[in-house]
């Protein structure tokens, strides 16, 4: 009984982890859409040159961390 009861809650725990990790992934995804719907043709507002090119800049940086996040999870 113990031997089952450990593997399942070091399952939970993985379960809980990935979900947590998902939930994170989520969260850059949404900043990084919000980031490219300024530059799209939904866009509220034309950013000035230095401006767009900063935020490329932020969301090359939430993709390298996306990236990371995944590879830390294989």
């Known amino acids: 009984g113990d031997h ?4 399942l809650s070091l ?3 993985r379960q809980m982890c990935i979900r947590d990790r998902s939930k994170e992934i989520i ?8 980031g490219l ?3 799209s043709t939904e866009r509220k507002v034309v950013l000035p040159h230095h401006k767009t090119f900063e935020l490329v800049d932020d969301m090359r940086e939430i993709v390298q961390e996306i990236k990371n996040e995944v590879i830390d999870n294989e």
């Open 4 to 7: 089952r009861d450990l593997h």
């Open 11 to 13: 399952r939970r725990q």
């Open 27 to 34: 969260s850059k995804l949404d900043v990084l859409d919000n």
């Open 37 to 39: 719907k300024k530059l």
